[in-house]
């Protein structure tokens, strides 16, 4: 898909009146990007909050949402390692669900992850994907987003954000049953449904500082 056609998908979902911006400026900074095969626009977290991102997604005729408890959602920002390029659109290559991690701990795929020559997606890069390709989120087939976390003075919160798909129990309620569901898991624990999203690489526009 063109980078041309993923705007138009991000407008569609209602990108322009969620950050202000306009159509035309949006497309113009899509313009000057690189339009290289297989890479995915992703929202940097300074056009947008993952929690306005994450209302934009879309599972059959399911609205995303945010858990309930996740209240401090804006307080997780990227991990040491990982430096976003600037702009408020940039690109991702060679993206990977990371099933072959299903099971593993966050505290043990991130490593694994890196020793691969990769870097974990950002919770803003793994709803900017599922915005291109919602069918990337599968029954048993979903994956958390581990380059997100809180700061919690000198460590990390022990939670890890994660996109899934919601069963509609508890205090998601019957009607987000099937919806693709915001949340998070410990940082420590694993999860047989759950593998770790990861890209090749991240860029921006060659005139980009």
């Known amino acids: 898909m063109s980078l041309t056609q993923q705007l138009d998908r991000l407008l569609e979902a209602g990108l322009a009146e969620v950050t202000g911006a306009s159509p035309a400026e949006l497309a113009a900074h899509v313009a000057a990007l690189p339009d290289e095969p297989d890479s995915v626009l992703a929202v940097h977290p300074a056009l947008a909050t993952a929690r306005q991102l994450a209302l934009m997604l ?11 408890d996740m209240t401090d959602l804006e307080q997780f920002t990227p991990i040491e390692g990982v430096v976003l390029p600037d702009g408020p659109l940039y690109l991702l290559h060679e ?6 991690m299903r099971n593993w701990s966050p505290d043990e795929a991130l490593p694994a992850i890196r020793e691969r020559g990769r870097s974990p997606l950002t919770v803003h890069e793994g709803i900017s994907w599922l915005l291109q390709d919602p069918k990337v989120l599968e029954p048993n087939h979903c994956f958390m987003t581990i380059a997100s976390r809180k700061p919690k003075g000198k460590t990390l919160d022990a939670r890890t954000p994660a996109l899934w798909i919601s ?3 508890g205090h998601d309620g019957p009607a987000n049953r099937g919806a693709p569901k ?5 940082a420590g624990n694993r ?6 999203a990861s890209a090749r690489q991240r860029t921006s526009s060659p005139g980009a500082a």
């Open 182 to 186: 915001l949340g998070w898991c410990w």
């Open 58 to 68: 879309r599972r059959h005729d399911k609205p995303g949402f945010v858990v309930h």
């Open 95 to 100: 993206l990977d669900r990371g099933d072959d």
């Open 191 to 196: 999860h047989t449904w759950l593998g770790f």
């Open 167 to 169: 069963g509609g129990t």
